[in-house]
């Protein structure tokens, strides 16, 4: 598992201790994926706004789906669940409900759904898993505290957006 740290974390530890701490945050990011997740000044921005509609607008691999979805899962889980660094952007308690449109159904599933099982503690997915949590046919994902994030695609009938 690759993953970063924070800046001059290693100038903090005592020496020898830098594989005990590497080990440690690993376990921790396993049960927790939202712990690793720092965002760039631009992800911090989207984060903020305090608008009932934001956007973040980008180039290939400037962070868009990443961010979006870290946002969504933020919201969506218990406040218990955001690491300190992002409970500033935590702003609605569960149960939290959204729909998230992207073009195809492939595209949700190669890119959409692969980024919520990398970022979700598997602990808030109702039943404790993605396969558990996640129902293809209705394309809507529960969690443990009566959050749902349902799925819509452009390729749609308009009448599958009225809701």
Known sequence: MRFEIAPGIFTELPAGKEAEFLAAEKHKRELNPLVGYFPHSKQKAFHS?????KAFFGGNRSGKTHCAIADDIIQAVDREAVPDHLLPYKKWDAPFKCWIGCPKFPKLEEAILPKIRELTPKAQFLGGSF????????KLLRFQNGSTIGFKTYDQDVDAYSS
Do not use: P
Request: aromatic content about 8%.
């Open 49 to 53: 706004a305090n608008t009932s509609i």
């Open 131 to 138: 396969d558990k949590a996640y129902s293809k046919t209705d």
